[in-house]
């Protein structure tokens, strides 16, 4: 496909609305009847409809939406009218809301939300009522820190794990993001101490039922876990797969390379990023045409969400749900999966992923795994501050550029309610300690120095 260059995108996203995009690409408004006009659905959501896959191993079957216990409302502490907490209240209503309608897999990690995740976690389970035996909890060995890689310091972290989730056996545990640091980290957190095998035998004893990993980074490290599978006999694999990435010149990152992997050893798949955080639901206006072109009643998410889980082996796809509606959408997506045709499937991780990929903006996740900054800078506020505005056509190429005012006013004042001024890009060292976490492999430093570069034109008004 042709790609187009930056100063047409610009001119595309800063003028094109949704409603007059899709008149564009002839989608009449009758084909959208069961959308109200604010493009919510009317109709009830299915229940008893959910998509399940089985376990080819051990017979789990597990609802093909997961939910992920990381990005969790939030709501001004009492305490600490400063600071905000997890809206533990709207937390049990979505985990609730998941289970009426079929969802049974939640994702969590002690490094999630500030390390209050897996408790959180805990509550909403306990408060539905539901047995134990009707879901399943995923939960990780999170030792990011030189500081948790001896066997005990792991050793304690599961032990907390069970605490916090109120449990006495974790469905699924994960190694959390092998593939940082290449084979040396691994064999410091994991093989070197003994802690792998500590795990292997808490599996046997029943404490642990699958026992699997998650990767991000490099492709090494995922190489050299699978073709140990024979010693450690995965009973399931986590990986990034979307299709922005089905096709990645780099390995580490190429959902095709590591899906066929796990399926040459027939090792189920748990998907995560199946919306790149987000940016695969938050595209211009031009590229929501282009998808509603073809279904005008779906979501642009949907699509996203139905190319993750329409591979065979799939067992779940995670989706961060912080609102009801994130929820509810997909549900109608899973109750039941639609499965890609071949040529949809090709269409997304070919023309559509093109489209995308032509747009200039900076592939963070909101995983949050940068922070926090030794320096204090909100790292994932200022770089989706930025992809917004590109999004929203307002970053300007010059003076000259007809929205040139507009644009200008819209980043500085957004970027101000966004991201606190001693939080901002000018606040970098280049100090680099972001940079080894990034499951995206993102040179933070060099894109916030080039994000406060543009921003103090924009201030002095200067080109």
Same mark, same amino acid.
């Given at each position: ?40 659905? &009317? ?31 939030? !709501? ?62 995923? &939960? ?19 032990? #907390? ?34 802690? $792998? ?5 808490? %599996?046997?004893?029943?404490?642990? %039922? ?9 492709? !090494?490290?995922?190489?050299?876990? $699978? ?5 450690? !006999? ?31 050893? #027939? ?42 889980? &329409? ?97 200008? %006013? ?30 995206? #492999? ?22």
């Amino acid at each position: 496909m042709k790609q187009i260059n930056r100063r047409d995108f610009l001119k595309i996203s800063g003028t094109a609305a949704t409603g007059s995009a899709l008149a564009g690409c002839g989608v009449k408004q009758e084909s959208a009847e069961k959308l109200d006009p604010a493009g919510q659905h &009317t109709t009830e959501l299915p229940k008893g409809k959910m998509t399940y896959r089985t376990h080819p191993h051990n017979g789990d079957k597990v609802s093909i939406l997961g939910y992920g216990w990381m990005r969790l409302p939030r !709501k001004k502490d009492p305490n600490n009218p400063n600071q905000d907490m997890i809206d533990q209240e709207e937390v049990n209503r979505l985990c609730n809301k998941a289970f009426e309608y079929g969802v049974n897999y939640f994702d969590t990690s002690p490094a999630y939300c500030q390390g209050k995740s897996e408790e959180s976690l805990g509550i909403a389970l306990e408060q539905s009522g539901r047995s134990r035996d009707s879901y399943y909890i995923a &939960t990780k060995l999170s030792n990011f820190s030189p500081t948790q890689w001896s066997l005990e310091a792991g050793q304690q972290m599961f032990e #907390n794990s069970l605490k916090y989730l109120k449990t006495d056996y974790i469905d699924y545990l994960l190694l959390h993001s092998i593939g940082g640091g290449g084979l040396d980290n691994l064999r410091k957190r994991y093989l070197d101490n003994g802690l $792998l095998a500590w795990l292997m035998e808490q %599996r046997a004893a029943g404490r642990i %039922r699958n026992l699997g990993f998650s990767f991000h980074g490099d492709v !090494k490290v995922y190489d050299y876990m $699978l073709e140990h599978h024979d010693e450690y !006999k995965w009973d399931f694999v986590q990986i990034q797969l979307n299709y922005i990435d089905w096709h990645d010149n780099d390995k580490g990152r190429d959902g095709e390379y590591l899906y066929n992997e796990l399926v040459k050893r #027939n090792i189920p798949a748990v998907i995560m990023e199946p919306l790149l955080g987000g940016r695969l639901s938050k595209v211009p206006d031009h590229v929501v045409a282009h998808l509603k072109s073809r279904k005008p009643e779906d979501s642009v998410a949907s699509w996203a969400f139905r190319y993750a889980g &329409t591979p065979e082996n799939i067992l779940t796809v995670l989706s961060g749900m912080t609102y009801m509606e994130h929820l509810e959408d997909n549900i109608r997506t899973y109750s039941p999966l639609v499965p890609l045709t071949e040529e949809e499937a090709r269409w997304l991780d070919g023309e559509t992923a093109n489209l995308i990929e032509s747009y200039p903006t900076i592939p963070c996740n909101d995983c949050k795994y940068c922070m926090p900054c030794p320096y204090a800078l909100d790292i994932p506020a200022i770089l989706l501050h930025y992809n917004k505005c590109v999004n929203q056509g307002n970053v300007p190429e010059s003076q000259q550029a007809e929205n040139y005012q507009k644009a200008r %006013r819209a980043f500085l004042v957004g970027y101000d309610r966004s991201v606190p001024r001693l939080r901002q890009a000018n606040r970098c060292i280049s100090c680099r300690e972001c940079v080894s976490h990034c499951p995206q #492999n993102i040179d933070i430093p060099r894109e916030l120095q080039r994000i406060d570069r543009f921003v103090e034109k924009l201030k002095q008004d200067k080109w």
